[in-house]
């Protein structure tokens, strides 16, 4: 949904209406990415992606037949069988799909979007399905001001516990849950990971070419002022990739990813690089805590041996840690052998 922010922001600004799609809930059609969305304009036309299309023209007709004063339609979509493969699918399945009218959507939640900034967005929907109400839930709201924000939805604090949860996991999704009142729609969005590549070469190179084939962002940053900079603009999304050996690169880029909360830090090296580094941070006043968290010898455990395979399992590291998984990665083996 984030590829919609500036299209919706546009729409918005020269007052035209639309129509957000997307599902609430959904059995089959087999991989695909979690937050897929079509924004639908006044003439029918889907802007997006969701199941590869195959429901566009089925939608525009739902988008257009939304009663005046209603802010929500849910219309239901299934392909079977042949239709699958005509329409490119892995596999077949059905799904709910809630239409809902631009500007119901909160303004920030677009904004918040388009920064690529850490966001969720909870929707009720009446028992009728045909009313609406959505709110935004960020990491630095304060508690006061969710709770007015939130003030209509059924059990708002467990819908903002639950909104930050998924945040937590580092993993965009939507969870939809009954109650008595209707349907709890809660969307996730954190922050588009953002590798903060210490060092250049070969190796950076194909960090950065893995990143973009899983839609995450990357930086190669040679200089140890620049990468903290990029840590400190943005921690809840960097993740801290060092492959200098420079002690003035390697040691201020891992100290301030250590002291800041990043979610992934990893430094490439021998076990004498990596007791040198630990033994610069603990002089620099870290604790074994801190110190710990340092993934090195980087990479999950897969057989890489070339460069390309490496970029490969350091990725597959980054998307473990990133949604709290236990994965067997280089230091664990190297561990293994002391």
Known sequence: MRELADTARQWAAQGRTGVLARPVTEQGFG???????VLIDEDGHCHGTLYLGVFDEHLAVEAAALTEGHTARVCEVSVHNDEVKQAGLTCGGQAEILLQPLDTIPARWWALLGEGADAALITRLD?????????????????QQEQQECDGL????????RARDLLVRRRAGRDARSTDDGLLLIESFPAV????????GELAELLVAQAHLLGWQASVVPAA????KLIADRPAAACLIVLSHEPDVDIPALHTALTTGVAYVGALGSRRTQARRAQALAEAGLDEAHIGRIHGPIGLDLGARTPAETALAVCAEVLAALDGREARGM???AATKQ
């Open 193 to 200: 990971p953002h590798l903060v590549i210490a060092g250049g």
């Open 225 to 228: 002022q620049d990468v903290v």
């Open 31 to 37: 991989p695909r990415h979690p937050t897929d969305a």
């Open 331 to 333: 230091r664990d083996k």
């Open 127 to 143: 028992e009728g399905r045909t009313r609406a109400v959505s709110t935004v839930v960020t990491p630095e709201q304060q508690e």
């Open 154 to 161: 059924e059990g708002p604090v467990q819908a903002v516990e």
